[in-house]
C-alpha cells in the first residue's frame, strides 16, 4: 500500500502544469530527434555547414534586434489589474503588431546580409539564394510566433500551449521528413523548413486569437492604442538592458558557428551545428519549465510571496541538475552505440554534444529563476554586460584554438562554458554576497 500522504503528493505532481509541459516536451523532444535523424540520413557533414552558416547568420540579425519584448509584455500586463480586461487585451494587440514589425525588418536584414557574407565562409558548397530567401523568413518568422505563444503563457493557458508546441512539433517534423523523402538534399531540406515555419504560424495565430477572445473578452487583431504604445516606449531601461541580453545571446550562440566556420572547414563546422542541433532540440524540454516559471515567479516576486520563490528555485536547480545528468547517461547509453553502427562520420559530434547537454544545469536549473528575477526588478543590463563579456571571452577561446591548431568541435563547445561562467557567476555571488549580509 503506498501511504495516503505519498499519494497526495504523487497526485499533486501529475497535476502540476510542469509535469504536464514536460510530458508535452519529451513528446515534441523525441518527434524532434526523429527529425533530426532522417536528417542526418540524408545529408552530409558539409550541408549542415550550409545550414549552420545561414542560420548563425540569421540569428546574429535576429538577436540585433532581440529586446526581449515577450519578457516586456509579460510584466506590463501583471502590473495592469486583472479586472481590466480591455487595457490587458490593447497590451497583447500592440505587443503582437511591434512583433509582426521586428519580425519584417529582420527578414530584410538577414536577406541582405546571407546573399552579402554567407558564401565567403563557406568552402565546399554556394548557397542558393531560395535557400537564403526561406532562412530569412524562417527567422522573421520567430517574433510573431514567440509573441504568440507567449500571450497564452502570461494569460494562463499552460495546456493550449502545450497541445499547441505538440501540434507545431508534429507538423514540423511530418513536413521534414516528406520534403527529405521527395526531394533527399538541401533543397528539400530547405523546402521542408519552409512548410514548417508556415504552419506554425497558421497555428499558433489562430490558437491565440481564440484564447485571447476567451481569456478577455478582446480582439488580438486590433488598432495599437496609444495608452498601449505609450506603456511600451516608457520602458526605455528594460529594453536597454534587454537589448544587451540578446547581443550576449547573438554572439554565444550565432557569432560562434561563424567563428568556427571561418578558421575550420565545412565539415568542422558542420559537425558543431550537428551537437548545436542536437543540443537545442533537447534544450527544447526546458520550455517547459520556463512556460511556467517565468511568469509565476515574476508573479511571486512582484505579490512579494518570497516562500513560494525559494520553492521554485530550488525545484529549477533541481531539475536542471537531472536534466543534464540524463541528456549525458543518454548518448553514452543510446547515442554513441547507434553512431557507431550507422552513422560513423557524426561520431566526433557527440562528445561536444555531451558538453554543450550538462549547460542544462546553468541554462535550465539557473537562468530558470535568475533571469525571471531580473524580469521583475528591470534590472537586465548587468546581465547583458556579463553576458557580453563572457560572448567575447568564448569567441576569444574559439580564435585562439583555430590559430593554435586545437579547434575541433569538442573544444568549440567546451568554449560555450566561459560564456556560462562570465555570465552568470557574478551575479550568483552578487546575490550570495546579499543573503549573507541581511540573513540574521
Known sequence: MIPVRLREVIAKGVAHPVTFLLAINIASAALGTAQLAVTLAVLKPTDFAVIGVLAAIGSVMTGLLDVKLGDLTTRLLYAVPKGEAGRRGALLATSLWLHLLAGGITCVLVLAASLLLAPGFLQT????????????????????????????????????????????????????????????????????????????????????????????????????????????????????????????????????????????????????????????????????????????????????????????????????????????????????????????????????????GALLVVTLGIHGWLWPTLVASGRMGWFGLFGIAGALLQLGALAWLGWSGRLDATTAALAAWIMALVSYGPLLLVRWRHRQRTSP
Open 125 to 356: 558548397t554556394v548557397p542558393d539564394s531560395w535557400w537564403i530567401g526561406v532562412m530569412a523568413a524562417r527567422m522573421g518568422a520567430i517574433y510573431p510566433v514567440s509573441a504568440l505563444t507567449t500571450f497564452l503563457r502570461i494569460l494562463g493557458a499552460f495546456g493550449v500551449s502545450g497541445w499547441l508546441r505538440l501540434a507545431s512539433q508534429a507538423a514540423s517534423t511530418v513536413a521534414m521528413v516528406l520534403a527529405l523523402w521527395v526531394v533527399p538534399s538541401l533543397d528539400g531540406y530547405f523546402l521542408g523548413a519552409a512548410s514548417a515555419s508556415a504552419i506554425a504560424l497558421a497555428l499558433a495565430a489562430l490558437v491565440a486569437t481564440k484564447e485571447v477572445h476567451r481569456g478577455l473578452g478582446t480582439r488580438l487583431w486590433q488598432r495599437p492604442e496609444p495608452a498601449a504604445l505609450s506603456a511600451f516606449r516608457g520602458a526605455g531601461n528594460f529594453l536597454a538592458g534587454s537589448s544587451l541580453a540578446g547581443i550576449a545571446k547573438l554572439l554565444s550562440r550565432s557569432c560562434d558557428v561563424l567563428v568556427v566556420a571561418a578558421l575550420g572547414n565545412d565539415t568542422l563546422t558542420g559537425l558543431y551545428r550537428v551537437a548545436r542541433q542536437g543540443y537545442d532540440t533537447i534544450a527544447g524540454l526546458t520550455d517547459a519549465v520556463h512556460q511556467f516559471y517565468t511568469p509565476t515567479i515574476v508573479d511571486s516576486i512582484s505579490r512579494q510571496r518570497w516562500g513560494d520563490y525559494r520553492k521554485h528555485r530550488f525545484r529549477l536547480m533541481l531539475i536542471g541538475g537531472m536534466a543534464a545528468g540524463g541528456v549525458i547517461a543518454g548518448s553514452w547509453l543510446v547515442l554513441r552505440p547507434l553512431a557507431t553502427a550507422s552513422y560513423p562520420h557524426y561520431l566526433e559530434a557527440l562528445p561536444a554534444f555531451e558538453v554543450l
